[in-house]
């Protein structure tokens, strides 16, 4: 659904650089492709909610039929240059859809529903998920990156939620710790949470840091002075790093949405929450032996069932 599965199949009608692309198989497999310059993942999630809503129940108005002319065949002219240059082409997204690794799956012990009546940030808990399935993926946690709907503003975009902190770091420890008891290690998984929504609500309220710094650093550059220090700063290019690229793109449709990471030894991770489970797709780059999605989200698997337990959520079934 992604990428048509390469030049030899159905790339040819993906239109990679169009806003919205509604794609319907033949045998009843649907979904979108769209491209974010314009528009956030929650805006085109609204959009499939309401698509879906009306083909359920449509308008049974219609509009008079005009006879139309039959449509006649357009016949192209290729150079020799147009066909090698189509050539080159096909190679190159042959090569990337090659590299790129996807998993996705459905985690079906819990939802958001369950989340909420423990008084817990489905997001936020999701978040901390993640940072204890890379820190036992990889032994360290990493730049984290989750996009902030900046939409309460005029022309906003989006903001940065750092989802790696000294309260996820302190959480992830606990729990590679057999010593911890179970107590203290929900103690701290509900201090990560906690904290994760905070940051979330500052971001929400324009009281990010990531896109004053860009506004800053651009505006230095559009003004011929030179870049400051700060952004030449070991620390802070390692701070901006991210190697796990996520975002929750809720939907009522029981669909995820997916897409590639940010660098090439990193991770994307997009998640949609449904009241009784959670869709979750993972992608990396075969390129990087450091990094393999189906290994991310199976960690990510047995990290929410560990924090489910912890939460008290022991009922049976299967992820």
Known sequence: MLHGGGSYSNSGNRWFDKTLQFIVGEDGSCGVLYEQAVAEGPPIATIIDHVLDYCKDPDPVRAPLIPLPLPQKLYFRFTPEIKRDIEHAKRNLD??????????????????????????????????????????????????????SLRRFHRGRTETIRSTTSAALAFVQAMADEDRQASEKLSLLREAVKVHSTLTEQALDGQGIDRHLLGLKLEAIADGFRVPELFMDTSYAVASYWKLSTGQ??????????????????????????????????????????????????????????????LGNCKDGGS
């Open 249 to 310: 793109v809720a939907a009522r449709t029981d669909c995820v949405m997916c897409y590639g990471p940010l660098v090439p030894d990193g991770y994307a991770v997009c998640y949609n929450p449904l009241p009784a489970h959670v869709n979750f797709s993972v992608t990396a780059f075969n390129c990087c032996e450091e990094t393999n999605a189906e290994h991310l989200a199976a960690n990510l698997q047995r990290a929410l069932d560990d924090m489910g337990a912890l």
């Open 95 to 148: 090569i990337l859809i090659t590299d790129l690794d996807i998993t996705c799956f459905t985690y079906c012990k819990f939802g958001k529903e369950f989340l909420k009546r423990l008084g817990l940030s489905p997001d936020s808990f999701l978040q901390v998920a993640l940072q204890l399935a890379y820190y036992r993926a990889h032994g360290e946690l990493c730049a984290t990156a989750e996009s902030a």
